[in-house]
């Protein structure tokens, strides 16, 4: 940005430059043009020659003028095409950011279910495995009851 407005500057010393170039020429083409050839007119005809002159002067500035704010204008034509290029860009990687989020969230959900079924099936077999647990116990008390004596013990005998 900066580097545009530095352009712009240098535009418009280098148009001041040669405008002052001109206008140096111009005089010195009139200096001569007096010196060689002076002429005398009227009051009248002088004022509507100055006036003819600083027409011709005014319609150069404007012209160069104009020609400043067409390339100002291009440029900024194309600064705006480019932001909204880049606006295109920027909503068209916002879009594939949400879609990638919605995704995940989904991933996410999927994988916590199936982490809860997992977790329930783990109870569940944990229940089974406690109650099991529990029938070998009452097994085992049932067995000592019936029989006096503990069935580690029993198998001992049996292996001497």
Known sequence: MEEREKGRANER???AIAN????????ESLQKLLLKKAVFVDEDTFNKAS???QQSRTIKVL???VETLERELDASITAAAH???EKRQAEASQKAAELRTQEI???L???SKVFELHMQELRAK????TKRDNDIKLLEAIIQTLGGKSPIQRSTRSSS
Do not use: P, Y
Not at 126 to 129: K, V
């Open 13 to 15: 010393w280098d148009s």
């Open 20 to 27: 002052l170039k001109e206008t140096s020429g111009n005089l």
């Open 51 to 53: 006036l003819a002159s």
């Open 63 to 65: 012209e160069q003028r």
């Open 83 to 85: 932001a909204r290029s």
């Open 105 to 107: 969230t989904k991933e």
């Open 109 to 111: 959900e999927n994988t």
């Open 126 to 129: 944990q229940e089974e495995i």
